[in-house]
């Protein structure tokens, strides 16, 4: 399997040396027999909401930003007393965006009110940390307390109160990138509030006679799919230091490719595969690994787009090693390897099209595509399929 990690770090040498595709949308429907909602900008944890088709109010969100209503038809968000929006049915990934509260395309994120709302919501977090999710601070919600209706207008006014009780005030930038971000990772995942995205290996047929060249294909998975998590956290914390949250990196990692990593291994468990042991952050058994990944970091710390096409070379690199695990697992009639790796390819098509946006929406007009052939190796690949699951006109 060596020959995998060599070309593509000769690739990441030619780019290292030479540095300094969208997504659509569909219409969402109704989950007519759903009860429980997620209201996400992050979680948004302790916001108001009113069943009002119920007649049940002043109820607040979990933890992780969830609702209940038994009847979806008419629900409306508060911040203290201060309406924000409603929504006249559940989405059908059941997640609740800003855009789904003001009735707009959940791709528009550069919307007045949409922005003005994210910057509102973000700056209302508790302990100011938007990576473990947004807890609305009760005691600035109190301020707001007549039945007003939310005025992007009149956001200075509201970002006024949270200044007040020290809260980090969040740009119009950084509330957009967030926001997208945090649409992207959803998209990324295939994430939906209503159904599981993590497969159980334990319910999946054990193969009999499984071939030591597939067990070979698995323990290499495991050490790519730990070498995909640490790189991306590891960038994510060296950019953000430096002033730029690449928020694609941290949530891809933490919320799919931790996915990845448990059905990988939990492969490895079945088969008794030895190398599967978890090693540090950035450290691996295999030396070409290894090697892979120094070479990955040094190229994503040059800057935070260098740091987004290094994400779209591992993703390329793991589809076109995963067309050829899941050929070989089908040629050995292993139908649980099969469907792990097809999961992960399919994981791998999203994470692709999550660094493109984010390369575009950083001003690289072709996204991955701008890394173009090296060495052999294409990383242009508009034919990727696009998860769109949750998208709303």
């Known amino acids: 399997m060596i020959y995998k990690t060599l070309l593509l770090g000769s690739a990441i040498t030619a780019s290292l040396l030479l540095s300094g595709c969208g997504s659509?949308?569909?219409?969402?429907?109704?989950?007519?027999?759903?009860?429980?909602?997620?209201?996400?900008?992050?979680a948004v944890a302790n916001l108001r909401y009113d069943c009002v088709a119920d007649n049940d109010m002043d109820n607040l969100t979990g933890t992780d930003g969830a609702f209940n209503c038994q009847n979806m038809s008419q629900v409306r968000f508060r911040l203290g007393n201060l309406v924000l929006g409603e929504i006249s049915s559940l989405p059908v990934d059941g997640f609740v965006f800003p855009q789904d509260m003001v009735g707009v395309d959940r791709t528009d994120i550069y919307d007045a009110k949409v922005t003005a709302?994210?910057?509102?919501?973000?700056?209302?977090?508790?302990?100011n940390d938007l990576t473990n999710g947004i807890q609305i601070d009760p005691d600035v919600a109190a301020n707001f307390d007549t039945n007003d209706?939310?005025?992007?207008?009149?956001?200075?006014?509201?970002?006024?109160?949270?200044?007040?009780?020290?809260?980090?005030?969040?740009?119009q930038t950084e509330a957009q990138a967030h926001l997208d971000a945090t649409l992207?990772?959803?998209?990324?995942?295939?994430?939906?509030?209503?159904?599981?995205?993590?497969?159980?290996?334990?319910?999946?047929?054990?193969?009999?006679?499984?071939?030591?060249?597939?067990?070979?294909?698995?323990?290499y998975m495991v050490n790519e799919e730990k070498l995909a998590y640490?790189?991306?956290?590891?960038?994510?914390?060296?950019?953000?230091?430096?002033?730029?949250?690449?928020?694609?990196?941290?949530?891809?990692?933490?919320?799919?490719?931790?996915?990845?990593?448990?059905?990988?291994?939990?492969?490895?468990?079945?088969?008794?595969?030895?190398?599967?042991?978890?090693?540090?952050?950035?450290?691996?058994?295999?030396p070409e690994l290894q090697s892979l990944y120094d070479a990955l970091y040094a190229m994503g710390i040059v800057s935070p787009e260098e740091a987004l096409k290094a994400g779209c070379m591992v993703e390329v690199t793991d589809i076109n090693d995963l067309n050829a695990d899941i050929a070989l697992a089908i040629e050995n009639n292993a139908t649980d390897v099969t469907t792990v790796f097809t999961a992960l390819r399919d994981g791998s098509y999203n994470h692709y099209w999550a660094f493109d946006r984010g390369l575009k929406n950083m001003g690289v007009l072709d996204g991955c595509c701008a890394i173009g052939t090296v060495d052999g190796v294409n990383y242009c690949h508009p034919e990727y399929p696009q998860n769109t699951h949750g998208a709303r006109r």
């Open 24 to 42: 659509s949308s569909t219409t969402a429907t109704d989950l007519t027999s759903a009860t429980t909602g997620y209201v996400v900008d992050a």
């Open 117 to 127: 709302m994210a910057q509102l919501l973000q700056s209302c977090d508790v302990d």
């Open 184 to 219: 992207q990772t959803l998209l990324a995942t295939g994430t939906t509030a209503t159904s599981a995205n993590m497969i159980d290996v334990a319910t999946l047929p054990v193969t009999t006679n499984l071939s030591d060249e597939v067990k070979e294909t698995i323990d």
């Open 230 to 286: 640490d790189l991306y956290n590891n960038l994510y914390t060296y950019h953000t230091a430096s002033g730029t949250e690449l928020f694609q990196l941290q949530n891809v990692a933490e919320r799919s490719e931790t996915v990845h990593d448990k059905l990988v291994e939990d492969l490895a468990l079945r088969y008794e595969i030895e190398d599967a042991a978890v090693l540090p952050s950035g450290e691996f058994t295999l």
């Open 149 to 171: 209706t939310f005025n992007a207008d009149n956001n200075d006014t509201y970002l006024a109160v949270a200044a007040r009780y020290n809260h980090r005030i969040r740009t």
